[in-house]
């Protein structure tokens, strides 16, 4: 009985094959040699270490992202923690923002001291303050994490000026999740490696979970090592999904920016808001940032009702079309309560710490939804409406 089969000669599909294989042949001990040893020739090893659709969804992703190489992971988490444990040892210092995503800031303060990292962490609200403060660490950190734009917040950084302070040798990572090209290129402004959740817009139909690092192809490889063992990979599926996603993200993000805008303006007219965060309008703090930076402003924004706690969850109850949900970027428009989904777990110190109102709510507007429907639904439900 022959190994090879018949469909293994149609190989000119358009789009690429799913492969679902937990293990690769080879014919001969030549083969071996070429494919495993040498590598001159393209050939899979184990489903661990490489699939075909990965290979082409990270080729794509480094086109998109202007990047020479590209790793894909089983979620955004896993990028990140892969990245920092490919570049930090004992005694290295490390800088982020106050404002990163939540989880992140637990690998920084509750796991990477574990092995001997030394962290600084620096509020971003202040864009001068972070240089300077930076500044006074320059000679001594080894990488600086970034996030752009922030959750909740929406906040900016001025990464031309980070990188200037830094000079050449720092390693400089961001996470663009929330701001993925067309809106933001990351890696034009001196950024080393850029991370997405690519659960969110690069996705973008809210059914799968993953993760991405995009930039230079060397130290793309040293990630790789760490992913290999480690082994935080998604499946040929998941990757023939996010695959799919890529070629309307564009699309997506110009029906998600017009809807964010139109969204931000509303809010920010209302007697029943008492702030807007959205990198489009003049009020937010960092608007001539968003100016410089960004493309686009995305489909998510955060607004403080000046309420306590409880009267924030009454009007999110009316809402009748908004999933109450965590997550952006999906077909659907999703709404959350700050306090009540990421920061559910902190106390009022916690929350005054990274400047989280009780009132907070984020919308995340769904390209699929009729934002005159939405406006409606907000009307309708928040106070003086």
Not at 194 to 200: G, M, N, P, Q, R
Not at 344 to 369: C, K, M, P
Request: proline share 5%; with cysteine; glycine share 8%.
């Amino acid at each position: 009985m022959t190994r090879k089969r018949a469909s293994e000669v149609y190989t000119n599909s358009i789009a690429a094959p799913v492969y679902q294989s937990a293990s690769y042949y080879f014919d001969d001990a030549a083969h071996v040699k070429a494919g495993l040893h040498e590598r001159s020739a393209p050939a899979g090893r184990y489903g661990r270490y490489s699939n075909p659709t990965w290979v082409a969804v990270e080729e794509l992703l480094s086109e998109l992202t202007e990047a020479e190489s590209s790793l894909l992971f089983s979620s955004g988490m896993a990028a990140h923690v892969t990245t920092f444990l490919a570049f930090l040892q004992a005694g290295d210092e490390v800088v982020l923002p106050a404002e990163s995503y939540r989880q992140v800031r637990n690998v920084f303060h509750r796991i990477l001291p574990k092995f001997g990292v030394v962290v600084h962490e620096i509020s971003i609200s202040d864009p001068r303050a972070f240089l300077d403060r930076l500044g006074e660490l320059a000679e001594r950190v080894k990488l600086v994490h970034l996030e752009m734009p922030s959750s909740p917040h929406m906040f900016l950084i001025d990464i031309k000026k980070v990188r200037a302070i830094l000079g050449p040798d720092v390693l400089v990572t961001l996470d663009s999740s929330f701001s993925p090209p067309p809106n933001f290129y990351a890696l034009r402004w001196g950024v080393d490696l850029v991370l997405f959740s690519a659960t969110k817009y690069l996705s973008g139909h809210g059914d799968i979970v993953a993760g991405v690092v995009s930039g230079r192809a060397d130290l793309v490889e040293q990630i790789r090592w760490y992913r290999d063992t480690t082994g935080p990979v998604v499946d040929g599926h998941t990757a023939a999904l996010l695959q799919r996603s890529l070629y309307t993200l564009p699309l997506r993000m110009e029906r998600v920016n017009s809807y964010g805008m139109e969204a931000a303006c509303y809010l920010d007219a209302h007697p029943g808001v008492s702030r807007v965060y959205y990198t489009g309008l003049p009020s937010h703090q960092h608007y001539k940032l968003g100016m410089e930076y960004l493309a686009g402003h995305g489909g998510v924004v955060t607004f403080e009702l000046g309420l306590n706690e409880a009267d924030t969850a009454k009007v999110i109850d009316r809402l009748r079309l908004p999933f109450m949900a965590s997550n952006f970027g999906a077909p659907q428009t999703l709404v959350e309560q700050s306090t009540f989904f990421t920061y559910f777990e902190y106390d009022d110190a916690g929350l005054q710490s990274i400047g989280v109102d009780r009132s907070t709510v984020r919308l995340a507007l769904g390209y699929a939804d009729d934002i005159v429907r939405i406006i409606e639904d907000l009307d309708r439900s928040l106070p003086g409406g």
